[in-house]
């Protein structure tokens, strides 16, 4: 079992700077990935970005890449995203997961142990 609390969202300008955190408690082993969503009103859950844990390699969603970066800090079990540059269409609840085994990376459907989401508003 695997429990996810995200932080660092927020009111920001257009072009301006985020840095959410994800801090997992529970067993995150080297095979897993962990992934960052969003979801704003009245849209599906967005795939922004993933990483696995025991190398950190990394996949960014070709709709955020250059603005969005994922990184894991091992010591902390903590996921980031950075978010640089933001646009008003970047508002939404941010959300990560765990992405569970033999899923495809960026489905929605193939994670599980979702935080509650921190929302983040760029304003123009």
């Known amino acids: 079992q695997v429990q996810l609390v995200e932080s660092g969202g927020g009111l920001v300008q257009a072009g301006g700077s985020l840095r959410l955190s994800c801090a997992a408690s529970?067993?995150?082993?080297?095979?897993?990935?962990m992934g960052w969503f969003r979801q704003a009103p009245g849209k599906e859950r967005e795939f922004l970005a993933a990483?696995?844990?025991?190398?950190?390699?990394?996949y960014v969603a070709d709709a955020v890449k250059g603005r969005f970066t994922i990184a894991r800090d091992n010591a902390k079990n903590t996921v980031f995203l950075e978010m640089n540059n933001l646009k008003p269409e970047d508002t939404a609840v941010y959300s990560c997961?765990?992405?569970?085994?033999?899923?495809?990376?960026?489905?929605?459907?193939?994670?599980?142990?979702w935080g509650q989401g921190t929302q983040v508003t760029v304003s123009s």
């Open positions: 990483i696995r844990w025991s190398d950190a390699n990394t």
């Open positions: 997961a765990k992405k569970l085994p033999i899923r495809a990376l960026e489905s929605a459907a193939g994670y599980a142990y």
């Open positions: 529970g067993r995150i082993i080297s095979t897993d990935y």
